[in-house]
Structure formats: C-alpha cells, structure tokens
C-alpha cells in the first residue's frame, strides 16, 4: 500500500454477552484486529465461518460498536461511523415493492437528493452496471446476478468513498459468479472505490483483492496478510497461471489448518 490508509482498525475486538450476562458466559467474536485499506485499493478478508468477518463489517459500518481498539476513516477516529462508509450485506435486501430503478435510488433518497434528481443519476449509471431497460421491473422478475447488479449500483450511487461488499456473489451459480467478477473487475477499475471485500471462495479472492486478509477461527484475527503481485487489469484467465496457483495454495494452507482443528482431526 502506497500512502495513508483510507480504512484502518487497531487492535479491534468485540465481545457479546453471554445468555446469562456472566462474564464466563461471554462470547469473544473478534480479537485485536488490526488491518489497513489504502484509497482506491481492493482488499479481501477470507477466514473460516463464524470467525468474524460480518462482526468486523458490521463495527466499521457503525451498525455494532467495538467493545476494545479503534476505526480510523482518513487517519481520524469518527465520532460517529453509522453512514460514513457503503455497505452491501450478503442478501441483496431489494425492497420488492419498489421498482430496479427506485431500489437503486434509496441510499440518495436517505442522504436528502430529491427523488427526481436521484432517479436521473441512477438512470445515467443503469447501462454500465448492465441494467438498461431494466429500470421498471420488479425484483422478483430478476435472476439473482441482476439483483446483485442492482444492489451494488444502490451501493456505489450511495457515494461513499470506502465500500463494505459482504460475500455479495456467494448465493450466485459458478457461472454467473464468474460473469459477475469480471464485471466487477471492470467497475472498480474505472471507479477505483476503496473496497473491503468478504468470501469464502479464495480463488475469488485473490483475482479480485490488491492484498487479502486471512483470519483465524473464532475469536476472529488476522493470521495472515498476502500482497497479490498480480499485474492488472485481470481477466479470468489470470487463474490458470503459476503465480495465482501459488498466492492461492499460501492462502488456502492456514484457512485448511483452521478446517482441521475445527472438525478435531490432526493436520
């Protein structure tokens, strides 16, 4: 990373309460976290399930407050992150009554933009995120790739610099993720957001991400940071080459050690 951080935590930890509110019935989720996202950079978190991941994006998008450490925004600590960052849950939240082209314009209706001025700017972005023409269908009428496509221009029309993407092509079949990556790819290319991105599926990790975080399991830390030299832009043919098969088995070899101890089988 070249410059300040656009995103930072140092040491970050959360912890809930247990069902009885003792202190031996509390639950550690995340444990001095401590990673970095330059502006403009693509980031990816990868870990074993329930390590975390959601827990970490839920306290930089303010929706959960950190019991211990700190999240800086442009080197500042933020009296209040709720709405400082764009954030896109695993589950596209598309409210069905509301057409592609009013689903796309919530996140301007919330900050103040006058609908009609929203809808403008969202009509203008509908052809780069492959949605022209589909600005007055339902979301139940769409496949689940454009109700993604749907809910990540929601996202980026939000205009905030840094964006939070939850695992957003996880539901999708292999041939649609794929499609969806590339498009992806493209968007960030021409936008360059600061993304973190989480998933499970490494190989997307490393075509997409510039560095990705790799977490332990529960309570959740970075065991790993792997800088991906890959050289952009990347296509998907970039994963069929002897340095991605190389980042993505140092990447899978502490994620497998992780699988192993969970299921309690000797590594």
């Given at each position: 990373?070249?410059g300040?951080p656009?995103l930072?935590?140092?040491?970050?930890?959360?912890?809930?309460?247990?069902?009885?509110?003792?202190?031996?019935?509390?639950?550690?989720a995340?444990?001095?976290?401590?990673?970095v996202?330059?502006?403009?950079?693509?980031?990816?978190?990868?870990g074993p399930?329930?390590c975390?991941?959601?827990?970490?994006?839920?306290?930089?998008?303010?929706?959960?407050?950190?019991?211990?450490?700190?999240?800086?925004?442009?080197g500042?600590?933020?009296e209040?992150l709720?709405?400082?960052?764009?954030?896109?849950p695993?589950?596209?939240?598309?409210m069905?009554?509301?057409?592609v082209?009013?689903?796309c314009?919530?996140g301007?209706?919330?900050?103040?933009?006058?609908?009609?001025?929203?809808?403008?700017?969202?009509?203008?972005?509908?052809?780069?995120?492959?949605?022209?023409?589909?600005?007055?269908?339902?979301?139940?009428?769409?496949?689940?790739g454009?109700?993604?496509?749907?809910?990540?221009?929601?996202?980026?029309?939000?205009?905030?610099?840094?964006m939070?993407?939850?695992?957003?092509?996880g539901?999708l079949d292999?041939?649609?993720?794929?499609?969806?990556?590339a498009?992806?790819?493209?968007?960030?290319?021409?936008d360059?957001?600061?993304?973190?991105?989480?998933?499970?599926?490494v190989?997307?990790?490393?075509?997409?991400?510039d560095?990705?975080y790799?977490m332990?399991?529960?309570?959740?830390?970075?065991d790993?940071?792997?800088?991906?030299?890959?050289?952009?832009?990347?296509?998907?043919?970039?994963?069929?080459?002897?340095?991605?098969?190389?980042?993505?088995?140092?990447?899978?070899?502490?994620?497998?050690?992780?699988?192993l101890?969970?299921?309690?089988l000797?590594?």
């Amino acid at each position: 990373m070249t410059g300040s951080p656009k995103l930072a935590t140092e040491g970050l930890g959360k912890t809930f309460p247990g069902p009885d509110g003792s202190p031996e019935s509390e639950v550690c989720a995340l444990t001095g976290v401590d990673l970095v996202v330059g502006g403009g950079e693509f980031v990816s978190l990868v870990g074993p399930s329930g390590c975390g991941k959601s827990t970490l994006f839920n306290c930089v998008a303010g929706l959960a407050r950190p019991s211990s450490g700190r999240i800086l925004i442009d080197g500042r600590e933020p009296e209040r992150l709720l709405g400082l960052v764009g954030y896109m849950p695993q589950r596209d939240l598309l409210m069905p009554w509301r057409t592609v082209l009013d689903n796309c314009t919530l996140g301007l209706e919330m900050s103040g933009v006058r609908r009609r001025e929203a809808r403008a700017r969202a009509r203008e972005a509908l052809p780069r995120f492959g949605l022209d023409g589909f600005e007055d269908r339902w979301p139940a009428s769409l496949s689940g790739g454009m109700r993604q496509r749907a809910a990540l221009l929601r996202t980026f029309l939000a205009g905030r610099d840094v964006m939070l993407l939850d695992e957003p092509f996880g539901a999708l079949d292999a041939l649609t993720r794929s499609g969806m990556q590339a498009w992806l790819l493209e968007v960030w290319e021409s936008d360059r957001k600061t993304i973190l991105f989480v998933t499970h599926d490494v190989e997307e990790a490393v075509l997409l991400s510039d560095r990705v975080y790799v977490m332990s399991g529960r309570p959740g830390r970075m065991d790993m940071c792997v800088e991906i030299d890959l050289p952009r832009p990347r296509a998907l043919g970039t994963t069929t080459t002897p340095r991605f098969t190389e980042l993505k088995a140092r990447i899978l070899a502490p994620l497998q050690t992780a699988a192993l101890a969970q299921a309690g089988l000797p590594e």
